[in-house]
T-cell receptor, first 109, second 113 residues
Framework: AQRVTQPEKLLSVFKGAPVELKCNYSYSGSPELFWYVQYSRQRLQLLLRHISRESIKGFTADLNKGETSFHLKKPFAQEEDSAMYYCALFRVNTDKLIFGTGTRLQVFP | NAGVTQTPKFRILKIGQSMTLQCTQDMNHNYMYWYRQDPGMGLKLIYYSVGAGITDKGEVPNGYNVSRSTTEDFPLRLELAAPSQTSVYFC????????????FGPGTRLTVT
């Protein structure tokens, strides 16, 4: 079955430290993966998608098919990065996104 | 643009009551979705629609109904509320399918007691 796993419920770092939010997936086809973010008192919104190969707000995520991972990374965390982060997998030939359970990132000053 | 709006923000229902969660988008998006999020869990798709007049089940459709009579509106109906339906409900829309950016509403927190 297709599944998205985010093993950490909470990740706490200090400002300026590197951040890696883990996402693993199980899917037999070619995956399309996304990171969504929800800042405090704001709506859930798209952060980045793997096919775009883009860096948004200093975050990057590389699809590793061998390890079936799509970890979200940032070299130097900022306090404004504190939020809830969700990894999501698109199932090809469906109209469905599968979301992970989310990781709360806390960045301390 | 208001984006995606949901009403109400909060609601408490008694077991067996019915209600409709409203969702409206003003972006002329074709796709609309309803998700629920239980504490500590990810979002689970309840129903979705690819355009006016077309709806389909998601992962957890039981106990819910939807309709899509216009492009803008996608109401979610709970017919006989049960405690298991206590959750936060999110409506979202996207221009085309789910690989396009989904725009989310602010959510409705529903408690069934």
């Amino acid at each position: 079955a297709q599944r998205v796993t985010q093993p950490e419920k909470l990740l706490s770092v200090f400002k300026g430290a590197p951040v890696e939010l883990k996402c693993n997936y199980s899917y037999s086809g070619s995956p399309e993966l996304f990171w969504y973010v929800q800042y405090s008192r704001q709506r859930l919104q798209l952060l980045l998608r793997h096919i775009s190969r883009e860096s948004i707000k200093g975050f990057t995520a590389d699809l590793n098919k061998g390890e079936t991972s799509f970890h979200l990374k940032k070299p130097f965390a900022q306090e404004e990065d504190s939020a809830m982060y969700y990894c999501a997998l698109f199932r090809v030939n469906t109209d469905k996104l599968i979301f992970g359970t989310g990781t709360r990132l806390q960045v301390f000053p | 643009n208001a984006g995606v709006t949901q009403t109400p923000k909060f609601r408490i229902l008694k077991i067996g009551q019915s209600m409709t969660l409203q969702c409206t988008q003003d972006m002329n998006h074709n796709y609309m979705y309803w998700y629920r999020q239980d504490p500590g869990m990810g979002l689970k798709l309840i129903y979705y629609s690819v355009g006016a007049g077309i709806t389909d089940k998601g992962e957890v459709p039981n106990g819910y109904n939807v309709s899509r009579s216009t492009t803008e509106d996608f109401p979610l109906r709970l017919e006989l509320a049960a405690p298991s339906q206590t959750s936060v409900y999110f409506c979202a829309s996207s221009y085309r399918g789910p690989t396009y950016e989904q725009y989310f509403g602010p959510g409705t927190r529903l408690t069934v007691t």
